[in-house]
């Protein structure tokens, strides 16, 4: 019997590796435009007729190639930009594995022009499905100019794949957008069936942002700057006013290479979320530089995938960096706030028993929308003015007969810049705007934010009961039926035991489906298959194997979703049991997730403004 294992052909294992790496005709332009950048050029001119499917032209003013590099360029594996495997951890370029000119040459008919500087001539080299048909000297620019005809011209099957020119036309501006969106300092030319339909000279990033999505973003764009150990983040962020329902342009940038990162978008979305309704997206744009042996680019062949060594520590600095940007472009309410300021502790007294209120959880609730349309005005708790003035009153007369009585004008003492004794002037609990909980401490004017207090406090209070096993359950009349696609239903299994931990009790009905027998108590109201839906939802997007971060996802998942939204009118009572609950917790000034929970305005700083 004849042997039947050979060795294939190179020009069937260029088509094979051209399926990986060539899958369109953006393929090629992404692959072609890389390569000029690798080579230093300046100026970059790409011309595509039909989408790409007859041809795609890429010129530039790069290093070019000396004949025999020409030649050996369109060699499986050849490439100059890796010696060993060492290498590979430490790259700074864009294509490293030297498959992409063979792959297109597999694949199409392209003809390529190149000249170094010092050569008096350049050389010219025409291949065909692999096959090389000319090889020439001949006079040529400084740089290199490729033209890639008739792609997949020997592969029906993949040309059958293509979409329509409308679709592959996007696709290319889509890769040439990620391009040219790290390289503002490249000038770029884009020229569409013989006509130019773009160019982009030389300039900044934020200039570069505004070349391509129009002279509008300018005022939208909000930057971003951070420089820590572990590299740094900067770009910039869309106003929260901009966020869209549809489209939006998100971009994520790793060492100058476009990546998607779900977890990372997490973060923004995170910091966003506060400001934006929950069906709209924010815009961004933000780079990150990394030390390249922290970071894994080789993951997946088309390369938008990469793994970062400090991904959850990252995570955290890019979620603070994007909210202290939306807070210091005034995008949010600002409160200078100052750390270092230790809060004082408001005294809880015991003799005050009261409830917690009973959160009624509507799944459907978006606390922007209400903000926005028809909030009822926010019940002012009478304020207790007199209080103010106990000891003071011979100032409050003096106040009394100044007309045009304002709150400012209340504040300033009638008599000079004297200080006012603060414990005399500690007043009730105040809301804000139904939003926020003010209390004067021994240092300032203490702000809560009512809703990530709660937060706090419910997800100690869940992880506890998770930990513990010592969630409550409650039996529901007409269970719920909770119906989970394939990977829902696959990962529902790794937090089950938590669920069960926290009260839920589920019945398998078969087909992805359960029924919801019980829930927690706390949460009899809400919508509990939206609420396990979302658990699962994010215990997926967190990745974790690790126990007891997918047991905080989950407490902290239904803390947020059982947590009291903004909007809701707190009594005294309410305000002052949310306050001391908070300060039971062992943190009880940040959020889980890292958000500001508690801010203190110094009285020197509030003096300062009244001054
Ligand atoms: P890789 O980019 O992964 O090295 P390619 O197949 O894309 O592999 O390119 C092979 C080699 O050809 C590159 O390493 C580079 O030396 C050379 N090359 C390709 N395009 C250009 C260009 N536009 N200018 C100069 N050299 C180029
Ligand atoms: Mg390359």
Known sequence: MPDIIHLLPDSIANQIAAGEVIQRPASVVKELIENSLDAGATHIILSVKDAGRTFIQVIDN?????ATDLRMAFERHATSKIRSADDLFSLTTMGFRGEALPSIAAISHIEVKSRREEDELGSLLV???????????????????ITVKNIFFNVPARRKFLKSNETERRNIFTEFERIV??????????????VETLHLPKTGLRQRIVQIEGKNTNQQLIEINEETTLGKIYGYIARPEFARKGKVNQFFFVNNRYIRHPYFHRAVTTAFEPLIAANEKPGYYIYFQVDPDTIDVNIHPTKTEVKFENEQALWQILMVTVKESLGKFNAIPTIDFDRDDAPEIPVYDPSRTSSMPKVNVDPGYNPFHSHRTET????VPAFGWEQLYKGFEKEKELVDEIEGRTPATLFKPAGGDRNLPETELSPEHYQYKQKYILTSV?????????????????????????RNKRGISQRVLFPEVLELSASEAAALPSIMEDLEALGFELSDL??????????????????????????????????SDVKSEIQESIALSLANLTAIPYGNTLTTEEMLLIVSQLF??????YTPDGQTIISVISDAEIEKKMQ
């Open 181 to 194: 969106l790290v390289n503002p300092d490249v000038e770029f030319t884009l020229i569409e069936n013989g």
């Open 584 to 589: 039971a917790s062992p943190s009880p000034t």
């Open 510 to 543: 078969g087909n992805h489906s359960f029924a919801i027998q019980a829930v927690p108590s706390e949460i009899e109201n809400a919508a509990p298959a939206a609420l396990i839906r979302s658990m699962i939802g994010k215990s997926m997007e967190t990745g």
């Open 127 to 145: 291949i065909s499905g692999s096959k090389v048909e000319k090889q020439e000297m001949v006079a040529a620019a400084t740089g290199t100019s």
């Open 442 to 466: 021994k240092s300032g004017l203490m702000i809560i934010d009512q809703h990530k207090a709660h937060v706090r406090i419910l997800f100690d209070k869940y992880l506890e009961q998770i």
């Open 62 to 66: 790069g290093k070019g190639m000396s």
């Open 376 to 379: 009822p005005q926010p019940k």
